[in-house]
């Protein structure tokens, strides 16, 4: 079944309002209810989960430590929707705050959405290179930490990854 563009946009338009919510509060919870229940999300650095149960440990998992926990927002760069196929294609900027010298960092992601119809999504994918994640992730950490503002789940990140 396919989607009018405007559905898929209207809907990821919501999904899009939740994530953000989701940061502003720290509950990650209810990520996974935005999916199908038999859901694949994949995300190239952690791998592929299917359904929403492996999603929700996922997410709530990575997006409550570092470097996840500490992002202020996920604007979107560009988006087109696939009518055919009900995809929605876009780029994800992940915003770090100040870690306390005015530096403004950020990497950005690719994300192709499936709609599955109801408001939900059947399917995600998040393309890009953890590497340039990690390595701007680690840079802010230690700048963070150079001017006091860097907690023991970000010192510990630095330790395993770049110390």
């Known amino acids: 079944m396919t989607f009018s563009a405007q559905e898929i946009q209207e809907a990821y338009a919501v999904f899009h309002g939740h994530v953000q919510g989701f940061q502003e509060s720290g509950d990650w919870d209810g990520f996974a209810d935005l999916f199908t229940e038999d859901a694949v999300y994949r995300e190239h650095a952690f791998g592929e989960f299917h359904g929403r149960d ?53 990497e950005s992601n690719l994300t192709i959405m499936t709609y599955a119809g109801d408001g939900l999504f059947s399917r995600e994918e998040d393309v890009y290179n953890p590497m340039r994640f990690s390595k701007m992730s680690v ?25």
């Open 139 to 163: 840079r802010w950490g230690r700048i963070a930490a150079a001017h006091g503002n860097l907690d023991a789940d970000g010192q510990a990140y630095l330790e395993q990854f770049g110390g």
């Open 54 to 106: 492996e999603i929700r440990a996922w997410s709530v998992r990575t997006m409550t430590s570092f470097p996840g926990r500490v992002m202020t927002g996920f604007p979107l760069a560009w988006s087109v929707v696939d009518e055919p196929t009900s995809r929605l294609i876009c780029e994800v900027r992940n915003l770090m705050p100040d870690p306390g010298d005015g530096t403004m960092l950020e």
